[in-house]
């Protein structure tokens, strides 16, 4: 007598597996960052589970066997594009050491503050801070663009650094947050 695969799946065991799409699709997302390729390996994790339902011998087990059948299409994602010679290379690979959604939040957020800090300078300070600081222009190069003295351009640096430095500060203090530690 041949069993079926499919007796595991009724109705509820279908409902469970629907449900677990969101969770399958985040997990996806986080690890591929790519909202298209995480969709793709939602569907077809689900269906390895509809055409392997015998596999799963407790049914309590479906979220964790769930999970194992999508790293596993994400690793043979992975292996198809032969971004590595060794599997053992496969870790770097998944590996993304860019910022997730928190961290790019984060960054802009600095980023306007230490913007917003920079267009409250005098307009001297401002231009030697944006061409030192941010153009990573030389003192003596930034003397010649505003023909000044590298004196002058050095003082208005440190002049400007330090107002950057307390507006921050006090931005922070105000907020009840950490204070940045270094502007540059």
């Known amino acids: 007598m041949v069993q079926n695969p499919f007796r595991w799946f009724d109705f509820s065991a279908r409902r469970r ?3 677990m799409r969101p969770r399958l699709y985040r997990l996806a997302i986080a690890w ?3 909202p298209h390729l995480a969709d793709d390996l939602t569907q077809e994790t689900l ?3 509809l055409a392997r339902g015998a596999q799963l011998r407790d049914e309590q087990a479906l979220e964790g066997w769930m999970f ?3 790293n596993n299409c994400w690793r043979d994602f992975l292996r198809g594009r032969r971004d590595f010679s ?3 290379d496969l870790d770097e690979v998944v590996f993304d050491p860019s910022p997730g959604p928190e961290g790019l939040y ?3 957020q600095t980023t306007a503050r230490v913007r917003n800090a920079i267009q409250s300078l005098p307009l001297a300070q401002r231009q030697v801070v944006t ?3 941010i153009e990573e222009c030389g003192y003596a190069d930034v003397a010649r663009i505003l023909d000044v003295p590298v004196g002058t351009v050095m003082s208005r640096l440190s002049r400007a650094r330090q107002a950057l430095r307390s507006r921050l500060m006090a931005d922070e203090a105000a907020r009840g947050q950490p204070a ?4 540059k």
């Not at 940045?180 to 502007?183: D, G, I, M, P």
């Open 106 to 108: 984060a960054t802009r």
């Open 180 to 183: 940045l530690r270094r502007v």
């Open 32 to 34: 591929c960052h790519d």
């Open 17 to 19: 597996l629907e449900a």
């Open 86 to 88: 060794d599997v053992d």
């Open 131 to 133: 061409l030192v600081d």
């Open 47 to 49: 269906a390895k589970a």
């Open 68 to 70: 194992s059948i999508l």
